[in-house]
């Protein structure tokens, strides 16, 4: 079976980094689409950056120019590096692994189970 498991949350103040690191298992990794969601007290999960298999990306408007997903299909890892950090950056943030697009969906959805980003002085 496929696992994520996220690990490099923790707190930081306004202006400083971290690196969030998404390890997956089994073997579905190369072929899968990879995204970072984060969900907020009181809000609803949002996207904030995906990677498909090719390396290409897309990011939340809100995190542009701020934060880069990366990917090596060799170790099975995700990366979301997230710079100038922000207090409504403050979350837990959700590795998510999206199947091939076939017959009008989605072949698998998997999601690690989160770690937490807090943003405060």
């Known amino acids: 079976q496929v696992q994520l498991v996220e690990s490099g949350g923790g707190f930081v103040q306004p202006g400083g980094s971290l690196r969030l690191s998404c390890a997956a298992s089994?073997?579905?990794?190369?072929?899968?689409?990879m995204g970072w969601y984060r969900q907020a007290p009181g809000t609803q999960r949002e996207l904030v950056a995906r990677?498909?298999?090719?390396?290409?990306?897309n990011y939340a408007d809100s995190v542009k120019g701020r934060f880069t997903i990366s990917r090596d299909n060799v170790k099975n890892t995700v990366y979301l590096q997230m710079n100038s950090l922000k207090p409504e950056d403050t979350a837990v943030y959700y590795c998510?692994?999206?199947?091939?697009?076939?017959?009008?969906?989605?072949?698998?959805?998997?999601w690690g189970q989160g770690t937490q980003v807090t943003v405060s002085s």
């Open positions: 089994g073997s579905i990794f190369s072929i899968s689409t």
């Open positions: 990677s498909t298999s090719d390396g290409s990306t």
């Open positions: 998510n692994a999206e199947g091939p697009w076939r017959n009008y969906r989605y072949q698998y959805d998997y």
